[in-house]
Nanobody, 115 residues
Framework: QVQLVESGGGLVQAGGSLRLSCAAS????????MGWYRQAPGKQRDLVAR???????TYGDSVKGRFTISRDSAKNTVYLQMDSLKPEDTAVYYC?????????WGQGTQVTVSS
């Protein structure tokens, strides 16, 4: 059974930082592509960042230069370091694993950035 458990969300002021974590179980983490997506109220779910099994990272245009995705295979965990946060970053953030041709999702964690 695949499980993705996010943590680290919360309330922060504009310009601040947060680090999200996603612990994965039930998959062979070393071969999974991992990612973070976000969804604001009334909007579609968008890509924030993605990291391949080999460590290659890609980012959504709105977060380039501010967010950093990383992975730790020893801990089966993917991280999202978010700096210089803006009110428009407010959303539910979801962890994603793409593993053996299937997508898996976490339950989401709320990030709220106040102005």
């Amino acid at each position: 059974q695949v499980q993705l458990v996010e943590s680290g969300g919360g309330l922060v002021q504009a310009g601040g930082s947060l680090r999200l974590s996603c612990a994965a179980s039930g998959i062979r983490f070393s071969i999974a592509a991992m990612g973070w997506y976000r969804q604001a109220p009334g909007k579609q779910r968008d890509l924030v960042a993605r990291i391949s099994s080999g460590g290659y990272a890609t980012y959504g245009d709105s977060v380039k230069g501010r967010f950093t995705i990383s992975r730790d295979s020893a801990k089966n965990t993917v991280y999202l370091q978010m700096d210089s946060l803006k009110p428009e970053d407010t959303a539910v953030y979801y962890c994603n694993a793409y593993y053996i041709l299937r997508d898996y999702w976490g339950q989401g964690t709320q990030v709220t950035v106040s102005s």
